[in-house]
Each structure stands twice: as C-alpha cells, then as structure tokens.
DNA sequence: GCATCTACCCCATTATCGTT
DNA sequence: AACGATAATGGGGTAGATGC
C-alpha cells in the first residue's frame, strides 16, 4: 500500500513508467533468449502482456461468479457451474422479490387493521350509535365486529409466528451468506489522461485508480517474466535431463532431432522471419 | 482529420481435470 | 473412453487517447 503514498514529485510520470516499460521489455526479450525479430518479439510480448491481462479478467469474473455462490442458499462444498449460479441466483432473487411482495401486502393489511381499530373510537362510537338508534341493537353489531376483528387478528399473528419459524429454519439449514472479500476490479471508468495527471491534483480515488492501474501493467509485466521465466527453466531443466543421458553413453538417437520445447512453445516466432 | 497505440471485451480453440 | 466444466491462449473488434 506503500505505492499508493508516494507523493506526487516522487510518482514517475506515466511517460515515465512507458519509458520503464520498454526497458523492462528489452530485458524481457534478453532473459527469454529467443532468436526473434524486433517486430515480432514486441508482438511475443503483447500477447503475454494480453494474456495477463485476460488471465486477470477471468480472475475477476471468477470471483464475481464466487461471491454470488455465497450469496445463494446452497449446503456447504455443494458444486454448482457458473451456469447454475447464475440460474439458482436469478432464482432466488426472484423468490425474494415475490416474499416482499407478500410481505408488503401483509404490512399493509396490518395498517389497516390499527387504523380501523384507532377509528373505532368511543367519539365516533357515539356518533355511531346515534345514528342507528332506534334501527337495533348496535351494541350486539359492533361486539360481532370487534369479534371478527380479533379473530382475523389472532390468524394474522399465527401466520406471522409460522413464517417466523420457517424462516428461521431455513436460516439454520442453508449456511449464512458469508461476505467474503472479492477482488476488486478497477472499474471500466475512462482513464484520466496520462500525461496531465499527477498525483496532486487529484483526488483520493482518482489517485488510488491510475496508480492501481499502473500497478497494475508492472504486476502484468512480472507475470510476462515470471511465465518465460518458467518456460526457460523448463528448457534448462530439459536440456540437463539430456546431458545427462549423453554423458551416461545412453543417448537417444532420436532425441537428437526432435524438437526442443522452447521450439514447441514460440512455434510462430521461430518459424517465420 | 487521420494514423497509431492501448486497454478492454468477446469469441473460438485447445488443454486439462474430474466425473460417469 | 466419453463427457462436461474450466482455464489458458490467440486473435479480432472497438472506443478512447495521443501525436502529427
């Protein structure tokens, strides 16, 4: 996080970091040892920088489709394809919006009972009861009422309990959305132009954003070294494996003119002027 | 305005691994 | 062995930035 502080003098310019960027690709080119034309080695090292860089992406979309997974109900080390992910998610949003729905409704419903209740007052009562003297016995028709009212009242409370309890156990069965951290992918948001930005004038975020960024294409730039670091080594580690097969008299005669694997992996490269 | 570059996205293909 | 899911890779398309 330390990168993320340096102050502006110290933060080299993006014209810099290119200039940084080129030497690092020469090096690059240098450590691989590969027998390539200019052109071509600048394009060997596009495509790694390229294939970091989608390697990255399916990482973050990998990582979207596992926060989704923990935000599903599923039991525990159940495996479920990106395809079902998206599936059991859109079905369960769409379980959720309809338990909303019927809890809305609910609500509502709830209201308007208090409300009748709060207007049943002994004010409008007697007016009430004035109104229909001499008609019957209000008295024996506002009990019914109020009898209804509780009825309906004590099945709405039974309703609630027995959802409560639902709930809960489903609660229990299915584990508890864990939030775990995802990677954060910088947003898609237009670049700040390269060459007018420093660190000073920007922003808190704006700074986070073009120093992940540049950040970012050096982490890219360590894979693309890291990955013909390896293809290297595998070749060393072939070509030990076969002198030492020659210095054991038990060479191989066909080993002599099979391809090596730094022919097999740069096929284009190699091949072509 | 146009050519070039870069980053990002998308798709097809291939390799790998686990399951049936 | 067949099959499905996934990751890696190569390559094309495109929008935005930049230099001329």
Redesign the pocket.
């Known amino acids: 996080m330390e990168y993320f502080m340096v102050p502006a003098q110290k933060v080299p310019s993006l014209q810099h970091f290119?200039k940084t960027e080129k030497e690092v690709i020469g090096g690059l080119c240098s450590l691989a040892n590969i027998p390539l034309t200019p052109r071509r080695r600048a394009r060997r090292i596009?495509?790694?920088?390229?294939?970091?860089?989608?390697?990255r992406?399916?990482?973050s979309i990998?990582s979207g489709f596992q926060s989704l997974k923990t935000l599903i109900p599923h039991s525990d080390g159940e495996k479920?394809?990106?395809?079902a992910i998206l599936q059991q998610t859109a079905e369960y949003i769409f379980a959720l919006e309809q338990e909303k729905t019927r809890l809305l409704q609910q609500n509502s419903q709830l209201k308007r009972f208090i409300q009748e209740f709060s207007g049943s007052s002994p004010k409008r009562r007697r007016g009430a009861e004035e109104k229909d003297e001499g008609i019957g016995s209000p008295d024996i028709l506002e009990e019914e009422k109020t009898d209804d009212l509780r009825r309906e009242m004590v099945e709405l409370r039974q309703q609630l309990d027995k959802e409560r309890s639902v709930r809960m156990m489903l609660e229990e069965s299915s584990p508890a959305p864990t939030h775990h951290p995802t990677v954060i992918v910088?947003a898609?948001a237009?670049?700040p132009?390269?060459?007018?930005v420093t660190v000073v004038t920007m922003g808190p975020a704006s700074v986070i954003n073009t120093a992940s960024?540049s950040r970012?294409?050096l982490d890219t730039i360590v894979q693309a070294i890291q990955?013909i670091e390896s293809i290297q080594e595998r070749v060393g580690e072939e070509e030990q494996r076969r002198a030492v097969i020659v210095t054991q008299g038990r060479a191989l005669t066909d080993t002599a003119g099979s391809d090596t694997a730094s022919d097999s992996e740069w096929p284009?490269d190699c091949s072509l002027p």
């Not at 479920?80 to 395809?83: E, F, G, H, M, T």
């Not at 132009?193 to 007018?196: A, L, R």
């Open positions: 290119r596009r495509r790694e920088i390229a294939n970091s860089n989608e390697r992406r399916m990482q990998n479920l394809s990106k395809a910088p898609p237009p670049a132009p390269p060459h007018h960024t970012q294409n990955h284009e």
